[in-house]
């Protein structure tokens, strides 16, 4: 789960780290009142979505004066704001976080983020921040530096003083980087973060360190732990199907292509993605049933699958198990009379009752193609989409 920039902030001044004080607001006006409680004569207006290069989008100003911080937070509010990471469609502005300037004489780099390889938390800062990381990362990969956590124990300062003296901080730059620092590790282990982000971390004209932005992602699996960091979930940034979907207590992930899949399990899921694509397919979504659903939910989920626009053919990929096939096929009947099935439709169940799941189709009137394996499956659905292979 992702955060505004705002509640990243917010997370991080409880753990020590040093922000910008400042006030989110969904007007104009509110936007000048958070001003005019801010003290200094530079403010900061920032779109708050769920996407990083706002700055380039047009998503960022900064305002010398109140009537320029109204005008500024009128034209980011409502705006359709496009970056790299929100797609050509972009996402709509519907709040801005307002700060107060800081002096910046320059700009660092640090996180905390999860090494999956590894299995452990990694450490990392350079000297090039306010830039694309993954760039810096590309082009000039000496000037990222990095140290991996012993599972189980803090942070120590040897390790912080090692990143901090490489990015060329002064000893009490360093002092305050290494509380900074075991401050963002801290967090990490407490709520589950799998990276904590800042970029840039300014060093200001007086020397002191300072976070200017704020990126936070959590693990899904343990917000049941953190209700607090749960309730910090924005359903504004979230896909409605996969709200919906969520609701009825199934998995649904929208993807870019133009197949519609059912299947049952996240190994499948993954498989099916797959075999779609090396068929010369792509899927635009998967809604993974599990083993516990039951008819009703079988067929919500597939008008979930059928409401996305962008659908125009569906795969189900059944192995039957805890779930029963013919529970599955009378789902999907119901749901497509329904809503008039008009896309084409290929299924490939196997598993427990899979003769009785196969009867109800046939019987059902409706119009499908039958698959035997997961590969002939993929075929037949690129095939209807076009001549694919």
């Known amino acids: 789960m992702n955060v505004h920039e705002y509640q990243a902030k917010e997370l991080m001044a409880q753990f020590g780290v040093p922000v910008p004080k400042g006030g989110l607001a969904q007007t104009a006006?509110?936007?000048?009142?958070?001003?005019?409680?801010?003290?200094?004569?530079?403010?900061?207006?920032?779109?708050?979505?769920?996407?990083?290069?706002?700055?380039?989008?047009?998503?960022?100003?900064?305002?010398?004066?109140?009537?320029?911080v109204k005008h500024a937070a009128a034209a980011i509010l409502g705006m359709q704001l496009v970056t790299h990471q929100t797609g050509p469609e972009g996402k709509k502005v519907l709040m801005v976080w307002v700060e107060e300037g800081t002096d910046i004489a320059s700009e660092l780099y640090a996180a905390v983020v999860l090494d999956r390889g590894a299995e452990r938390l990694a450490v990392m800062a350079s000297p090039s921040g306010g830039m694309d990381i993954e760039k810096v990362a590309e082009e000039t990969p000496e000037l990222i530096f990095s140290t991996r956590m012993e599972p189980g124990q803090p942070i120590w300062d040897f390790q912080c003083r090692q990143l901090l003296f490489g990015c060329g901080l002064n000893p009490a730059q360093v002092r305050q980087g290494t509380k900074l620092i075991q401050g963002l590790v801290k967090m990490a282990m407490a709520k589950d973060a799998t990276l904590v982000e800042i970029n840039p971390l300014a060093i200001t004209g007086a020397g002191d360190l300072i976070a200017l932005d704020g990126k936070i992602n959590f693990d899904d699996s343990g917000l049941r732990r953190h209700p607090d960091i749960a309730e910090l979930k924005d359903p504004t940034e979230t896909d409605p199907l996969e709200l919906e979907a969520t609701e009825l207590g199934l998995n649904y992930i929208r993807l870019d292509g133009n197949v519609g899949t059912m299947v049952n399990g996240a190994g499948l899921a993954m498989a099916t993605m797959d075999v779609v694509n090396m068929a010369g397919a792509k899927p635009a979504n998967f809604l993974d049933v599990g083993g516990g659903a039951n008819e009703e939910m079988i067929g919500k989920g597939f008008e979930i699958i059928l409401n996305d626009p962008h659908v125009e053919a569906i795969l189900i990929n059944i192995f039957g198990g805890i779930l029963r096939c013919d529970v599955l096929a009378a789902g999907v009947v119901s749901a497509a009379k329904k809503i008039d099935l008009k896309v084409p439709l290929v299924v490939r169940l196997e598993g427990t009752n899979v003769a009785e799941g196969r009867k109800i189709l046939e019987e059902s009137g409706l119009a499908f193609e039958v698959a035997g394996s997961m590969s002939e499956a993929a075929a037949k659905v690129a095939s209807v989409l076009g001549g694919q292979k």
Request: hydrophobic share 40%; net charge negative.
């Open 29 to 68: 006006e509110e936007a000048v009142d958070v001003a005019r409680e801010l003290s200094g004569d530079v403010f900061v207006v920032k779109a708050q979505i769920h996407a990083g290069g706002r700055g380039k989008g047009g998503g960022v100003k900064v305002c010398r004066t109140l009537e320029e």
